[in-house]
């Protein structure tokens, strides 16, 4: 149950983090990096799923929330015309670790990829990104 709902957040949350309106929300005048950081920073999903998935693995967890926030920190501090390439390097940068660096919980290959595309590409990129 746990797992569908993980799936269920991370699927949505790549198609609704993808569309104009709620890019519009999270890039609108005012919002700056502590803003962004901060919603990054709220999805723990690696740790849980090191922690719930991987029987306890501290390492899947710390790995993957802390390639989270330096790869946002990262897209956040690229120029705007850049931060499309960026996002998307450091998007396989994570696959890759995902699947060659970090321990396989059965069941949950999924997970890295999708969560790395809903936040580093689809929410962090403001709208029209690499279009300036």
Same mark, same amino acid.
């Given at each position: ?7 269920? !957040?991370? +699927? +949505? ?5 993808? =569309?104009? =309106? =709620? ?11 502590? !803003? ?19 029987? @306890? !693995? ?5 790995? @993957?929330?802390? +390639? ?9 501090? =690229? ?10 390097? &450091?998007? &396989?940068?994570? *696959?890759?670790? +995902?699947?060659?660096?970090?321990? !396989? ?15 580093? *590409? ?11």
């Amino acid at each position: 149950a746990l797992a569908a709902l993980l799936a269920l !957040d991370l +699927g +949505g949350g790549v198609a609704a983090n993808a =569309t104009l =309106t =709620t890019k519009r929300w999270y890039h609108r005048p005012g919002q700056g990096l502590r !803003d962004h950081l901060g919603f990054i920073a709220a999805h723990i999903h690696p740790l849980i799923v090191g922690l719930v998935f991987g029987g @306890g !693995d501290w390492l899947y967890g710390l790995v @993957g929330y802390g +390639g989270l926030l330096v790869a946002a920190l990262i897209i956040l501090r =690229t120029a705007p015309r850049l931060q499309l390439p960026i996002a998307l390097l &450091l998007y &396989l940068c994570a *696959v890759l670790i +995902g699947l060659y660096a970090l321990p !396989d919980i059965p069941g949950m290959a999924w997970f890295v990829p999708v969560f790395y595309l809903k936040l580093l *590409v689809a929410h962090l990129l403001p709208p029209g990104a690499n279009m300036r």
